[in-house]
């Protein structure tokens, strides 16, 4: 068996090995390069859902707070809106009410002001009980505007009907990631009803 072995040729095969693990470490070396490339991608990828979803929330925490104050304080909403449109907040609308005239130049938007006033991050600081949290003084959000598009009273179910569009804008900076500043507007329309 020895014999055998000593009289066959290795000639044919002689510096194969050679370019053999030299294309083994090439393709582990491109497979390497790509998945380091790819998690690169990803990161920075993640980084910016993040920070979009940040300040996307934000956006939604403005609305959630204007849906809150329009739910404690309807009454002041219809009356602000109403005078915003240019009617009496007193008198009331009657839905297909050709009596009612609209006055052009009572239109005041500063009752509407005064009540989306509040609705921002500068009057509630925030406050986060773990030290090691990051300071949140990049991110706020703010209801840019309450835009009345319908008000009207139903006096056979004894209903007030406001319709209203909320915007809201919510803006962060973000230092990890080199996210940089962002900013979300978001758009809510929404009928308010109340007791008359």
Wanted: with cysteine; charged share 20%; hydrophobic share 40%.
């Amino acid at each position: 068996m020895l014999n055998l072995l000593s009289n066959y040729s290795f000639k044919s095969r002689k510096g194969i090995a050679v370019p053999v693990v030299l294309l083994i470490v090439l393709c582990v070396m491109v497979m390497t390069i790509s998945v380091v490339h790819f998690r690169k991608q990803s990161k920075q990828q993640n980084v910016n859902n993040f920070h979009f979803l940040r300040v996307n929330f934000l956006a939604q925490s403005a609305v959630q707070q204007m849906l809150l104050k329009l739910s404690v304080l309807p009454q002041e909403a219809y009356d602000s809106g109403v005078l915003s449109l240019g009617y009496c907040p007193f008198r009331g609308i009657v839905s297909g009410d050709t009596n009612i005239a609209q006055s052009p130049t009572n239109k005041d938007p500063k009752g509407l002001e005064i009540f989306i006033a509040d609705c921002n991050t500068d009057n509630i600081p925030w406050q986060f009980p773990d030290k090691r949290m990051p300071s949140q003084t990049n991110s706020k959000y703010k209801v840019s505007s309450l835009n009345i598009i319908n008000a009207y009273n139903d006096n056979t179910n004894r209903k007030t009907y406001l319709t209203a569009k909320i915007v809201a804008i919510g803006e962060g900076k973000m230092e990890k990631g080199n996210a940089g500043f962002r900013k979300e507007q978001l758009e809510k329309v929404i009928q308010l009803t109340g007791a008359n």
